[in-house]
């Protein structure tokens, strides 16, 4: 469930003018995607509306407003959020994600930015590391996406997505495995 | 932020991909005239730099905002309930109770069997996939058995298995209508928001809860034919 108050920070008029071409250009085209999932349109501006609290504290990894990359992310977030908010329930830590796994987990997740993790995968070709993310199931590409390329937290993707951060943590590590494997290294 | 290593490329491209079915709706999106809520929202939002103050609500608490007079009512509720501390309403086979408390704008239920001392791992159940469905992700621990089905028009079925004892769910009491029904002769509590719909019922050794936006007769489905394995 998402939490009930968020205060996120617009800090410049740079980025309060780049969120207001954000709504400009993409809010219609996030309406239409999510009205395909809710089939109900005040449902459907509750999750684009959403989508842009996610965003505010994320717009520096945001170059420029119209270009393909922008498009793709704003349509991953709304994606996932309407998924949420379709599957919405709360997680109770006594059946999900309080075991020894978990916190073992949390302790050898590496810091998405730093230099040291997942650089093996600059050993290989782009063009054969995406072809074994085109292999993971969407919801680990989803996981992935937002958390090594976009820079998102365990606990925003786990309010994104609607899940426990142990949920997250888990497919964050069964996502590398996975990509690993199939680029052939054994861990 | 530091150069991106090749994974991070790698899932932009992926990203970028994915994204090209939305294509059509790029060029023609929805006619539609946002709401008034809507708009106030967006303005909070734009407005946020010139009034660092303005704390943005999601959907969730603006809902919460909207409703207050209903809430009290709710709150009046809970105080009652409070006074019981927990009803238990439910028992559709032996030795398996669902213990409901409410709570503002939720209901947790937990399900509790007397006497359980079976301490040996859960045995995955796996239901029927209903056609034009296929499984997205699965996983199975020692208390607990989840399936994701997704099919191609972004319909999705969640499906989850759970220990007879401790185990719990949330349904929201404040925007969906709940009620109990009855499938392959046993009581399933039925929980509808939208075109969303979830399920929670037990065949006397398991608890199942299934949810997701496919119709409610494919839910139906799944649970008969979970309650025929039985």
């Not at chain 2, 799944?222 to 039985?230: G, R």
Request: hydrophobic share 35%.
């Amino acid at each position: 469930m998402l939490p009930v108050w968020l205060a996120q920070a617009i800090e410049t008029e740079e980025e309060r003018s780049k969120m207001e071409q954000l709504y400009d250009e993409y809010e219609r085209l996030l309406y239409s995607i999510a009205f395909r999932y809710m089939h109900d349109s005040y449902r459907a501006e509750d999750a684009v509306h959403d989508t842009f609290v996610k965003i505010i504290d994320h717009l520096d990894s945001i170059s420029e407003v119209k270009c393909p990359q922008t498009r793709a992310f704003l349509v991953n977030i709304v994606g996932n959020i309407c998924l949420n908010m379709l599957t919405r329930k709360s997680y109770t830590a006594e059946v999900y994600g309080s075991d020894e796994d978990d916190r073992l987990i949390v302790e050898t997740l590496p810091d998405p930015y730093s230099n040291t993790a997942d650089m093996y995968s600059n050993k290989y070709e782009v063009s054969l590391v995406t072809d074994a993310i085109r292999q993971l199931p969407e919801i680990l590409q989803d996981t992935m996406i937002l958390y090594a390329a976009h820079g998102y937290t365990t606990k925003e993707i786990a309010e994104i997505q609607g899940c426990s951060t142990e949920t997250i943590k888990k497919r964050i590590q069964r996502g590398r495995e996975k990509i690993r494997k199939m680029l052939g290294e054994d861990k | 932020m530091s150069e991106m290593n090749n994974l991070q490329k790698a899932l932009l491209i992926v990203e970028e991909e994915r994204s090209h079915k939305y294509d059509d709706l790029y060029d023609n999106p929805e006619m539609h005239e946002f709401s008034q809520k809507y708009l106030v929202r967006r303005r909070e939002i734009i407005s946020m730099y010139k009034d660092p103050q303005v704390v943005i609500a999601t959907s969730m608490s603006t809902y919460r905002r909207t409703h207050k007079i209903r809430l009290r009512t709710i709150l009046v509720a809970a105080l009652i309930m409070l006074l019981a501390t927990a009803s238990v309403i439910a028992i559709t086979k032996p030795h398996i109770y669902y213990v409901i408390k409410e709570k503002i704008g939720n209901w947790t239920i937990t399900f509790t069997q007397e006497d359980n001392t079976d301490e040996s791992a859960l045995t995955p159940v796996w239901p029927q996939i209903p056609e034009g469905f296929s499984v997205t992700e699965n996983e199975a621990t020692e208390s607990h058995f989840y399936i994701s089905m997704e099919d191609n028009d972004n319909h999705i079925i969640i499906f989850e298995q759970l220990p007879p004892d401790g185990a719990s769910v949330n349904i929201d009491s404040e925007r969906n209508e709940n009620t109990i029904g009855i499938i392959n002769e046993t009581e399933v509590i039925i929980s509808r928001e939208g075109n969303a719909i979830m399920m929670i019922f037990n065949d006397g050794k398991y608890a199942y809860h299934i949810r997701g936006n496919a119709s409610e007769k494919i839910l139906r489905e799944i649970a008969d034919d979970i309650l025929n394995k039985q």
